[in-house]
């Protein structure tokens, strides 16, 4: 059942558990939104812009990159970019790759990463969530903001999930 | 300039602020994917769905009626009602409604409920975030969640506005 409190999970420190908290209701009504979709509600990208199955990838995709980003202090590998680039960059070749692959495909990857995440957060305390980074062009950052926005780019394609799904609903109405 | 470090805001308890500068930022990055478009584009809705004018005046309304339940512990009025009620709801109603006005019209609402959530969380402290609510459903909720939420609705419908203006450009492009 999706909580409505926002409280810090167990597990975690204080604060890096309400932030679990965010993220996992977030993906709990992703999850709700995408569960019983058919083969053709996840491929459609005929109205142009990205199907639903690409904008799932793409999600699990940013989680893996902020992995990458705030516990290695890294960028991907090119080995890396060969498997995720793709979805994290959407266009044509997360077309040809995420294609015809079944709703439990797209959510087996997402849960992967977000058990990955979670284990990693356990290491962490809240003072790591503060610590103090630059961008390479000098612009400040730190873990906190990292994580708020996986969350926030998740909760984004949600929004345009929605939109894909209202216009076909809409259409298969007419 | 837009941050990127989630901290807590000055003149709130820690928590609060921090929630904050999570609105905040979420409010500034809508801002700046929508404060040059034309009335053109804040207007069109014959593709289907809501204008993005329609969506911004969502955004401010769901934030004005969670400010009536989480600071009044009410529902709307039906004088309320009959003011929001358009934007909350979207669809005719708010087509017929949200046409026509400037982007400024449309952010200075956005800006005068915004300053409204400000000064009266400034009045609260950490302990009301968790304060245990119950909806007449039954299911329980605290203001963390509520606040959370007004951050997620307007993520998603950014979302969406970014979708259709890619949509936009794309067909202007053509």
Chains 1, 2 share one sequence.
Not at 95 to 124: G, N, P
Not at 140 to 169: C, T
């Amino acid at each position: 059942m999706i909580s409505y409190q926002v409280q810090s999970e167990k597990g975690f420190t204080d604060k890096i558990g309400e932030l679990v908290c965010m993220l996992e209701h977030s993906r709990a009504v992703t999850i709700t939104e995408v569960a019983e979709l058919t083969q053709e509600e996840l491929d459609e990208c005929e109205s142009g812009g990205n199907s639903i199955g690409m904008l799932l990838s793409h999600i699990a995709a940013i989680e893996y990159v902020h992995q990458v980003i705030s516990f290695e202090h890294r960028d991907l590998t090119e080995e890396e970019m060969e498997e995720w680039g793709p979805a994290l960059e959407l266009g044509e070749k997360a077309q040809q790759k995420y294609h015809s692959l079944s709703i439990d495909e797209y959510l087996d990857v997402m849960e992967a990463i977000r058990d990955q995440t979670l284990e990693l957060l356990k290491e962490k305390d809240d003072a790591w969530l503060y610590e103090n980074r630059e961008w390479p062009n000098g612009v400040s950052y730190n873990p906190y903001y990292l994580w708020f926005h996986v969350m926030e780019d998740e909760i984004s394609h949600r929004g345009q999930i929605r939109s894909k799904l209202r216009a076909w609903n809409n259409k298969a109405a007419l």
